[in-house]
């Protein structure tokens, strides 16, 4: 049984960066893929980036390519989404969840039965 908690959301200019990480509780963060996902306001909630469970694959949302970047640190019971070149769109509040699952992951919401609380990414003109 996983408790995930996000941090490291707020206010940023747009063209600015954040890193937000995903704590994991219990003992078998290893075992479970990430995935990171966001919902705006009046909007369905997005599938954005996942990571396995071993961190040797991942996938990414083609709105999201090549700003940002998934990884994790297994010793540390926590992901990261790195994310660059933030837009106003990119507001939004950002939440990671957690998949048993081997070798692979999702960027589908329902694949995911662990979530966190989300943190708010708000990106200023």
């Known amino acids: 049984q996983l408790q995930l908690v996000e941090s490291g959301g707020g206010l940023v200019q747009s063209g600015g960066s954040l890193r937000l990480s995903c704590v994991a509780s219990?003992?078998?963060?290893?075992?479970?893929?990430i995935g990171w996902f966001r919902q705006a306001p009046g909007k369905e909630r997005e599938g954005l980036s996942c990571i396995s469970q071993k961190g040797e694959f991942t996938d990414y949302a083609d709105s999201v390519e090549s700003r940002f970047t998934v990884s994790r640190d297994n010793a540390k019971n926590t992901a990261y989404l790195q994310m660059n070149s933030l837009k106003l769109e990119d507001t939004a509040v950002y939440y990671c969840a957690a998949v048993r699952v081997f070798g692979r992951c999702y960027l589908r919401e329902n694949h995911y039965p662990w979530w966190g609380q989300g943190t708010q990414v708000t990106v200023s003109s």
């Open positions: 219990g003992f078998e963060f290893e075992h479970h893929a």
